[in-house]
């Protein structure tokens, strides 16, 4: 057992403790955390006096693992360009977990991931949630799938050579043709026929069933309207992945209590979809009633730098906890994983990161990154 002392701890779903304990047993889980908590005397102790402890950070949208990340284009896996409808294609499949980008990960104090396919396809693949400390990949699942990837706009256009109306009738009927599936699957089974299986559909079904959402990568506010009216059309759960003109629709977005994966932040305008970007859309569309979860989209914000977007985000009105829950606690609700991570809570696991100060300033710094109780990342002494 290990008990953690002598820091300021943010839970993130609970009042912040001034100077507060936790508790980890030995399978790595939070067996008990407050202000004082009751250790046996033998218990090896981490006294982080003057430090304070966070959360790990839950990244909402990355692509570490299938994205070259100083490998070159032979390590670009993310997007699987063959045909504009590969439902079938899974990230798992294509993760790399001792790709420098999960070392990165650590030191950003990113403890979890979602890792979805690229957005050349209106339908792309199924997207999964990991650690990011381990060798084998399959190890570190936390929850696959935990999502369908699509995309509108200027990227699945200039893949498949479509205009915007073609992405919509694609992503339209793919999903009429998922729902005919699931009539026909659902018969057989309940019928104990035999059933051929469509790879491409059974994402479909999932999403259909409502076992897990459609994220659409969506920048531009028409973009972003008509992914929403297609989930609405359709009755399916979804998130809008980057909503970067989100806050020029904020209203819209709260009527609906949209779930907003928002990033990366820190960019330039390096798109044309991108040119209404600012780093103050976290907080508007959060003040208009969106669910939002900030996420890195490594490689295109280094996820080393995380912790900074947080910062960036906070100055345009959030406070701290607000912004820590953008990056522990929504995340993994809206990936579905919040029963093991995102807060610091008794029977979580015990996945955080030390901090030299408080959080989000730009004189903090990330001295040490744990998972499962066990440090997977130190700062240097340079």
């Known amino acids: 057992m290990l008990l953690v002392k002598g820091a300021k701890i943010y839970p993130a779903n609970g009042p912040t403790l001034e100077t507060g304990m936790m508790l980890i047993d030995d399978n790595g889980k939070i067996a008990a955390i407050g202000a004082e908590v009751a250790a046996p005397a033998d218990v090896e102790v981490l006294d982080l006096t003057g430090k304070v402890v966070l959360p790990g950070f839950v990244d909402a949208h990355t692509h570490i693992g299938i994205w070259g990340d100083g490998e070159g284009r032979s390590a670009y896996d993310g997007n699987e360009r063959t045909q504009p409808v590969v439902g079938k294609v899974n990230a798992l499949d294509a993760t790399n977990p001792l790709q420098r980008s999960f070392a990165g990960a650590r030191e950003g104090g990113i403890t979890s991931v979602q890792i979805v396919p690229g957005s050349s ?3 792309g693949g199924l997207g999964f949630a990991c650690k990011t400390a381990g060798t084998i990949i399959d190890e570190m699942v936390i929850k696959n799938p935990t999502g369908l990837k699509g995309a509108m706009g200027e990227n699945p256009k200039r893949a498949h050579n479509r205009t915007r109306m073609g992405i919509a009738a694609l992503i339209r009927e793919y999903f009429q043709k998922a729902k005919a599936y699931a009539e026909r699957k659902d018969k057989a089974l309940s019928e104990g026929k035999p059933f051929d299986i469509d790879l491409d559909l059974e994402a479909g079904y999932k999403v259909i069933k409502g076992e897990i959402p459609f994220r659409i990568h969506a920048h531009r506010h028409d973009d972003i309207v008509t992914a929403v009216r297609l989930c609405e059309e359709l009755n399916i759960k979804y998130s809008i992945e980057h909503c970067t003109d989100g806050h020029l629709i904020a ?9 907003a994966h928002v990033g990366p932040g820190l960019s330039a305008r390096g798109k044309v979809e991108t040119a209404n970007f600012t780093d103050a859309n976290p907080a508007i569309l959060a003040k208009a009633g969106v669910k939002v979860s900030l996420m890195t989209d490594h490689p295109f914000l280094n996820c080393r730098h995380f912790h900074a977007y947080g910062g960036v985000a906070m100055k345009y009105g959030l406070t701290v ?16 994983i919040a029963d093991r991570v995102g807060s610091l809570e008794v029977g979580k696991d015990a996945d955080f990161i030390v901090l030299s100060g408080e959080p989000f300033t730009y004189t903090s710094i990330i001295l040490e990154t744990y998972i499962e109780g066990k440090q997977v990342y130190k700062r240097p002494v340079y």
């Open 121 to 123: 396809n209106p339908i």
């Open 321 to 336: 906890e607000e912004t820590l829950r953008m990056m522990t606690i929504n995340p993994a609700e809206s990936i579905g």
């Open 251 to 259: 209203d819209f977005l709260g009527e609906r209590q949209v779930h």
